[in-house]
T-cell receptor
Framework: GDSVTQMEGPVTLSEEAFLTINCTYT??????LFWYVQYPGEGLQLLLK?????DKGSNKGFEATYRKETTSFHLEKGSVQVSDSAVYFC??????????FGKGTHLIIQP | DAGITQSPRHKVTETGTPVTLRCHQT?????MYWYRQDPGHGLRLIHY???????DKGEVSDGYSVSRSKTEDFLLTLESATSSQTSVYFC???????????FGPGTRLTVL
């Protein structure tokens, strides 16, 4: 079945550092790929998405490119802020039967 | 933000008691989902609905049932709660587009 793999962390960075959170997937067909962010005590918010190979999703300074050849969708940001501290989830899907999530990566940004 | 509410937001109950969680949406979206979130597991799909009275099982459906009698409401029932069902439960909705889902604020359920 479909699966998503991402490091769980915590990942600790200093403010203004470059961020990469790796995400790789296994899937049949051609799923859409998503990154969600969860702040403490809240639900998940859609951060960005890509629907086909070589698409780049971007939002709030975050980017991720759908790489079919490496089955990856790594999340990047050039300069992180303390307010980016959260848990980030990579997910795949796009059909009616729900999304498949990775286990989440806890990101901590220190001032 | 998508109009999704969940009730209750917190609940503590005892083993063996029935529990019903409610998800309500104001977006008129066709698809609705229940997930549970547990440390080390991410989010796992319990049940989903693709229309009124149309539901199907997800990855971790044992011990749970659902009902959808109106477009806007999706109920999750634990017929006899167990401690392994202590979790945070999230409802999500999806309409048009590339399958992205929008999540409610969650319900934290503790089964003693």
């Amino acid at each position: 079945g479909d699966s998503v793999t991402q490091m769980e962390g915590p990942v600790t960075l200093s403010e203004e550092a470059f961020l990469t959170i790796n995400c790789t997937y296994t899937a049949t067909g051609y799923p859409s790929l998503f990154w969600y962010v969860q702040y403490p005590g809240e639900g998940l918010q859609l951060l960005l998405k890509a629907t086909k190979a070589d698409d780049k999703g971007s939002n709030k300074g975050f980017e991720a490119t759908y790489r079919k050849e490496t089955t990856s969708f790594h999340l990047e940001k050039g300069s992180v802020q303390v307010s980016d501290s959260a848990v980030y989830f990579c997910a795949l899907g796009g059909g009616a039967d729900g999304l498949t999530f990775g286990k989440g990566t806890h990101l901590i940004i220190q001032p | 933000d998508a109009g999704i509410t969940q009730s209750p937001r917190h609940k503590v109950t005892e083993t063996g008691t029935p529990v019903t969680l409610r998800c309500h949406q104001t977006e008129n979206h066709r698809y609705m989902y229940w997930y549970r979130q547990d440390p080390g597991h991410g989010l796992r799909l319990i049940h989903y609905s693709y229309g009124v009275k149309d539901t199907d099982k997800g990855e971790v459906s044992d011990g749970y049932s659902v009902s959808r009698s109106k477009t806007e409401d999706f109920l999750l029932t634990l017929e006899s709660a167990t401690s392994s069902q202590t979790s945070v439960y999230f409802c999500a909705i999806s309409g048009q587009g590339a399958g992205e889902q929008f999540f409610g604020p969650g319900t934290r359920l503790t089964v003693l």
